[in-house]
């Protein structure tokens, strides 16, 4: 595996932290104490609550408030209009789409009838701060990310192989490396100047060219999306394509929620999900420190 700024420490890291919020998941009504915590990530209290600090920048006891559906909800309010505004600011189409500012390009039609046919997609499977990450790109962009576990990497492959039937999948992690470490580098989560090519249905195209539109640190409903894709009962149809997006965390699918402030569900796993938020929140300042 790739050694990108430090990150193959930090994915070992959020393997631990990923087995703490799902331990918190578990035992939340006993409200488990650091020691409790710690025992159970096979470290001591001072060592867990640095590793818990340096990953998420809070402690543990602020990102299980930050899960609370209460918490949800509230933010849920409070990111409408967020999204409403993204919207009026005449945000649509390609280009500038969200503070990862990438640029979105749909495949053509002549290329969804190809299946990728006489197409080169490049992949390499790279650390991140949430774990291992499979990057596909065509020579248009980034075509699939997806998380994994390591019992996992034939899965995700073989979910590749099926978005692109055609195409001819090559091996390069020395292609996509320098990708990895430009979307995951920073600790704020963006990067700029990233093509993202995707293969999708026209509604599945503009349900995710909506999901661009939510802010870091923000969240939007099922029915939000609906709503401003000008498709208000079409709520079940969105959530299919939302579980459909073939590129995790570009194309932010973690930050659509149900609108009474349940988390649903997520393709690369709902853990995985309730980390991205709470850690994309604390990124963004939305989730004050605390010793405790």
């Not at 080169?120 to 994994?148: D, K, N, W």
């Not at 692109?164 to 600790?187: H, K, M, S």
């Not at 704020?188 to 640190?217: C, M, Y």
Request: positive net charge; glycine residues 10%; hydrophobic residues 45%.
């Amino acid at each position: 595996m790739n050694r990108i700024n430090g990150h193959s420490g930090r994915t070992t890291d959020y393997v631990r932290i990923e087995r703490a919020i799902r331990y918190l998941e578990q035992n939340y009504q006993h409200q488990p104490g650091l020691k409790q915590l710690a025992r159970g990530a096979g470290l001591s209290e001072f060592h867990f609550q640095r590793l818990f600090r340096r990953w998420a920048g809070i402690s543990p006891k602020r990102f299980v408030q930050y899960l609370t559906a209460g918490h949800a909800v509230r933010r849920l309010r409070e990111s409408r209009t967020n999204l409403d505004a993204a919207y009026d600011a005449g945000l649509s189409g390609g280009g500038r789409l969200h503070d990862l500012v990438v640029n979105f390009h749909a495949a053509t039609p002549g290329e969804l009838k190809r299946a990728g046919a006489g197409m080169t997609i490049q992949y390499g499977i790279h650390p991140s701060p949430f774990g291992e990450c499979l990057i596909a790109v065509t020579a248009r962009g980034i075509c699939h990310l997806g998380f994994m576990t390591a019992a996992d990497r034939r899965v995700v492959l073989a979910e590749l192989a099926a978005a692109w039937p055609r195409a001819r999948l090559a091996a390069a992690p020395r292609v996509t490396a320098p990708l990895a470490r430009r979307l995951f580098a920073r600790g704020d989560g963006k990067a700029s100047g990233i093509g993202l090519h995707v293969r999708g249905t026209n509604f599945q195209i503009k349900v995710w060219e909506a999901l661009l539109r939510i802010p870091q640190g923000r969240v939007a409903s099922y029915e939000d999306i609906a709503r401003r894709i000008h498709a208000p009962r079409a709520v079940r149809a969105v959530a299919n394509a939302v579980a459909h997006n073939p590129v995790a965390w570009l194309i932010p699918c973690h930050r659509v929620i149900r609108k009474s402030g349940a988390l649903g569900g997520y393709r690369w796993g709902v853990t995985r999900k309730k980390a991205l938020l709470a850690w994309e929140a604390a990124q963004a300042g939305d989730i004050k420190s605390s010793a405790a």
